[in-house]
């Protein structure tokens, strides 16, 4: 008798969500019947044309979104409100202004009721980690977009959750500064290999970080239409490998799916 299989970090079955049309008339159908599923210590991209639907489905797996049918589970459980085992990094800067580095990376213990004699070194700890040690006085406006974004960091991972849900984090940086990001964001996965789902619309920024990418159609009705294994070797250095052959060999595979899609998606931007 075999034993059953665990069950995913976390899974979306069957999800489908809709919201009243403009005007009032009728419905608009955002994702239909979606299903997929994040493994433990698993790192999966969600890529898809722009306005598909993609953070809709990363808020339902947060709890910030009930969907209008299916569900979404955590380990197995039903979710229920807000995932309190998930840490979420949005698109945008979700920093506090009025606080300084330190003090925003301690935020989310505080929240929590730990004391500050505890909060304070664990902070200092994950700013070293993230590379801003000496930043501590820092305010966010004193700060550039990358070391923002690693600030951002520290506040999500100083509070362990073990699901990481990250809303395109680092597309407003530049190139190298993103690149930069991507394999700090490697490095700190690899040390504990959390389950990470990842929205993004950069199919190079998927391929690279990811063991599996899922593509969406374009909308109305988002769902997916392809899933591609990431049989690239780690650790990785995002700029090198994509230089290697058997990266190209993905990314055209990925794209002969995807392409149609975006196209689609472009047109009815256009309307």
């Known amino acids: ?21 403009r005007g009032g008339q009728g419905r608009y159908i955002a994702v239909r019947d979606t299903s997929l599923a994040v493994g433990a210590g698993e790192f999966v ?32 459980v039903p979710l229920s409100g807000i995932n309190a085992r998930a840490g979420y990094m949005f698109q945008s800067d979700a920093l506090m202004p009025w606080r300084n580095t330190l003090d925003n990376v301690t935020a989310g213990l505080e929240f929590h009721g730990t004391a500050n004699a505890d909060a304070v070194p664990k902070a200092r700890e994950w700013l070293t980690r993230v590379g801003l040690a000496g930043f501590e006085d820092r305010y966010p406006h004193q700060l550039s977009g990358g070391m923002r974004k690693r600030v951002a960091l520290a ?22 500064t993103r690149q930069l990001m991507e394999n700090e964001l ?38 997916p239409i392809g899933e591609f294994a990431i049989d690239l070797a780690r650790p990785r250095d995002v700029a090198e490998i994509r230089m290697q052959p058997r990266f190209n060999e993905l990314h055209e595979s990925i794209w002969r799916v995807l392409k ?8 009815q931007s256009r309307r």
Not at 14 to 21: E, L, Q, S, W
Not at 46 to 71: E, F, H, Q
Not at 191 to 204: C, G, N, P
Not at 260 to 267: C, D, F, R, T, W
């Open 186 to 223: 490697l490095e700190l996965w690899s040390a504990d290999r959390k389950s990470v789902l990842f929205i993004t619309h950069d199919l190079e920024e998927a391929i690279s970080l990811s063991d599996r990418v899922i593509v969406l159609s374009a909308g109305p009705e988002t769902h």
């Open 1 to 21: 008798m075999t034993s059953a299989a665990p069950a995913a970090a976390l899974g979306l079955e069957h999800v489908t969500c809709a919201f009243a049309a």
């Open 45 to 76: 991209s969600v890529v898809g044309p722009t306005g598909c639907g993609k953070s809709t489905l990363l808020n339902v797996a947060a709890g910030l979104l009930a969907p209008s049918s299916g569900r979404a589970l955590v380990h197995g």
């Open 155 to 176: 506040q999500m991972l100083i509070l362990d959750p073990e699901i990481l849900l990250m809303d395109e984090p680092f597309s407003a940086l530049d190139i190298q």
């Open 260 to 267: 149609a899609e975006v196209l689609k998606g472009y047109a």
